[in-house]
């Protein structure tokens, strides 16, 4: 059975409350933030639409859970495809856009087996302690390893590398195990 | 699976496998699936997490077959169609219900206007003291005539014309120079908060309150601002009270702790 939160189901019903929240919460937020990423209003309203239609068929297929609030997980969904559309842009430049003939279908797709990942990884990443968290991050920020040794207080860099290290093959171990990840890739 | 191996998996990915290390490593990949399982894993993972978009994978996964079928049906289309419809009626009512409402907006301009000017001097919002503390100009002088244009100067060029995320990926790539990593993280976290990807922020400023650097109060500043950004006023003030006489911007804070 398909388990969502009741804001999902209330956008999957089309309830005119949840929509005015959207309009009046999110909206604004996804406008600014791609027009100040080399994006138009055009492209805002799109890209909007195109994460409405993504949440509603997430919810309709598989249900979605939230770890953070329904606002805020909404536009991380706009962020998210706006960075895809950014990326297909900037590989179009680059005259690889071999594959961009693709249908819309396959697209679409594309973008919800994305956002699925990203919560599977993100949600994994939650679940570890706040130093792994925060060592990792660091980590995958290239923070150099004698910064790490200094802000975590580690005796020597090897100390800090084996810290990461153990860190990694934690998140990796939960990734594996997690029933999500045969389904996804 | 062995750490050893697991080591071995991370120095192939990085590329730091001696000619000999990758020609015995690439021969037990051919031979062992677990570990072609594994390094796909890593691969993934680092591709997550460094922002490196693989788009095409996961196409023929079970989850894939589900979706496709969902987007292939009538019902698809119909949704579609519904989400434009609510578009139109959602995000250009606003508009619609403005023009048609002038005289109740004027009444209202009048009343706000009013309540707004006694807030503003009594209690004012942190979106404006954000507005009044927060200058660019607080931010590391980098770009010099003459020097070579790197990732951090380029960076900075694209900050400065609002490209924030274009920032962000230049500004992510370490300078191998400790003078200038403190300017790249102040860069680099003013660009996440433009980009109202505040907790990314916060800790490129964390980063430089631990460096050893007499910039490093700076990131306390950038911080409270930040959090001021956030409307999240008590932690703007905790994080101002930790800034000393001699600090940077120290004066300043002192003015903004009293407003706040």
Redesign the interface.
């Known amino acids: 059975m398909i388990k969502n939160h009741p804001k999902f189901d209330a956008l999957v019903n089309g309830d005119p409350a949840i929509m005015k929240l959207l309009y009046t919460k999110v909206y604004p937020k996804v406008v600014r933030f791609v027009l100040n990423n080399k994006g138009s209003q055009e492209d805002a309203e799109e890209v909007f639409q195109d994460a409405l239609y993504q949440l509603i068929v997430r919810a309709k297929v598989k249900g979605i859970e939230l770890k953070s609030t329904f606002e805020g997980y909404c536009l991380v969904v706009c962020k998210n495809l706006w960075y895809q559309e950014l990326n297909k842009r900037k590989k179009e430049v680059r005259n690889e856009g071999v594959f961009e003939l693709k249908e819309n279908n396959t697209q679409e797709l594309t973008a919800l087996l994305y956002q699925d990942r990203w919560d599977l990884f993100e949600e994994i990443l939650q679940q570890l302690t706040e130093k792994c968290r925060q060592l990792l991050q660091a980590y995958f920020n290239k923070v150099p390893y004698h910064t790490i040794v200094k802000k975590f207080s580690y005796a020597t860099e090897n100390a800090a590398f084996q810290r990461v290290f153990k860190c990694k093959k934690q998140l990796a171990q939960r990734i594996q195990a997690d029933v999500r990840y045969r389904d996804l890739f | 699976m062995e750490?050893k191996t697991?080591?071995k998996i991370?120095a192939y990915l990085a590329g730091n496998l001696s000619d000999q290390e990758l020609e015995v490593f690439e021969m037990e990949l051919r031979e062992s699936a677990e570990l072609q399982e594994?390094l796909t894993?890593?691969r993934?993972?680092?591709a997550?997490?460094?922002?490196e978009?693989i788009?095409?994978?996961?196409?023929e996964?079970?989850?894939?077959k589900?979706?496709?079928d969902?987007?292939?049906s009538a019902e698809?289309d119909a949704?579609?169609d519904?989400?434009?419809n609510?578009?139109k009626k959602?995000?250009v009512s606003?508009k619609k219900k403005n023009s048609k409402s002038y005289l109740l907006i004027a009444a209202s301009i009048v009343v706000l206007l009013t309540s707004a000017l006694f807030l503003l001097f009594q209690n004012p919002s942190s979106e404006k003291l954000y507005a009044q503390y927060y200058s660019d100009s607080d931010l590391p002088s980098v770009i010099n005539r003459g020097e070579e244009v790197g990732s951090l100067e380029k960076g900075v060029l694209s900050f400065q014309e609002?490209?924030?995320?274009?920032a962000i990926a230049f500004l992510?790539?370490?300078t191998n120079d400790e003078d200038k990593?403190v300017a790249r993280r102040l860069y680099l976290g003013m660009s996440y908060v433009?980009?109202?990807e505040y907790e990314r922020g916060i800790?490129e400023f964390?980063?430089v309150v631990?460096?050893?650097s007499i910039d490093a109060t700076r990131g306390l500043w950038f911080k409270a601002i930040t959090y001021l950004k956030m409307d999240n006023k008590s932690r703007a003030m905790e994080v101002l009270k930790m800034l000393e006489p001699g600090n940077f911007n120290f004066d300043k804070a002192q003015r903004l702790l009293e407003e706040l």
Not at chain 2, 55 to 59: D, V
């Open positions: 750490d697991l080591h991370e594994q894993l890593s993934r993972i680092n997550h997490f460094n922002d978009t788009l095409a994978e996961g196409m996964s079970p989850r894939a589900e979706y496709m969902f987007l292939e698809a949704l579609k519904q989400i434009a609510d578009h959602f995000a606003d609002s490209q924030f995320e274009e992510k790539q370490p990593e433009e980009n109202q800790q964390d980063l631990s460096a050893n």
